[in-house]
Structure formats: structure tokens, C-alpha cells
């Protein structure tokens, strides 16, 4: 079983920035892929980053370019540098894992993602 913890989420201006970080309850997130989505009320949950187990990336074609996954293993924390941030990006966002050691596509999917957290809110005014 693995527990998330996220946090970092807030009110921020258009064309702001934030960092979320979140805390994974495992002895090593070396043998983790972790990634972010997120959900604006009356949509569905949007993949926004991930990180593989062996440190490969991937970003939504929205993300690319203003936002940055990075981790350390050390403190089990994977974070989330948000920049130039749009008021249509205002949602809850999720950090999730997953189990991984085989070398593989960056998942995408929500469902891909068995242990979830609890969510932060971002809100971005226009």
C-alpha cells in the first residue's frame, strides 16, 4: 500500500506559478512512477505529468514547456513546477503511483494508477 500526501496547491494569479510537491509512504521511489492529473468540476480526470521509475518524463501537450516534474528519492517527494499559469488550468490535482520496473510507455491514464491522494486545489484567476 502506498499513501500520498500532495500539497502546494492556492490561489495564484494568470500567469503565475506554482510548485506542488508530493510525499510517497515507500522505502524507495525507485521502483515508482508516479504522475500528476487533474479535474475541474464536470470534467474528467486530465493527465498532466509523470515520471517513470527510472526517471523518464512525460507531459500533456498543455504542460509542455511551462511545467517541470522532477523528484527526490531521497525524501520520497515528487514535485510539480507550474509556470505561466491559465485560469482554464483551475482544478483539483491528484498525485498518483504506481508500481514499475520494467521498462515501458509512460502511463497516461488515470486507471493506470492504483494508489491515489487526496488532491490539492489550484485556482488560477483570470
Known amino acids: 500500500q502506498v499513501q500520498l500526501a500532495s500539497s502546494g496547491g492556492g490561489l495564484v494569479q494568470a500567469g503565475g506559478s506554482l510548485t506542488l510537491s508530493c510525499a510517497a509512504s515507500?522505502?524507495?521511489?525507485?521502483?515508482?512512477?508516479m504522475a500528476w492529473f487533474r479535474q475541474a468540476p464536470g470534467n474528467e480526470r486530465e493527465f498532466v505529468a509523470a515520471i517513470s521509475w527510472n526517471g523518464g518524463f512525460a507531459y500533456s501537450e498543455s504542460a509542455k514547456g511551462r511545467f517541470t516534474i522532477t523528484r527526490e528519492i531521497s525524501k520520497n517527494t515528487v514535485s510539480l513546477q507550474m509556470n505561466s499559469l491559465e485560469s482554464k488550468e483551475t482544478a483539483v490535482y491528484y498525485c498518483?503511483?504506481?508500481?514499475?520496473?520494467?521498462?515501458?510507455?509512460?502511463?497516461?491514464?488515470?486507471?493506470?494508477?492504483?494508489?491515489w491522494g487526496k488532491g490539492t486545489q489550484v485556482t488560477v484567476s483570470s
Open positions: 498518483d503511483a504506481r508500481y514499475e520496473r520494467a521498462i515501458m510507455p509512460i502511463v497516461r491514464t488515470p486507471t493506470g494508477y492504483p494508489y
Open positions: 515507500v522505502g524507495s521511489l525507485s521502483s515508482l512512477a
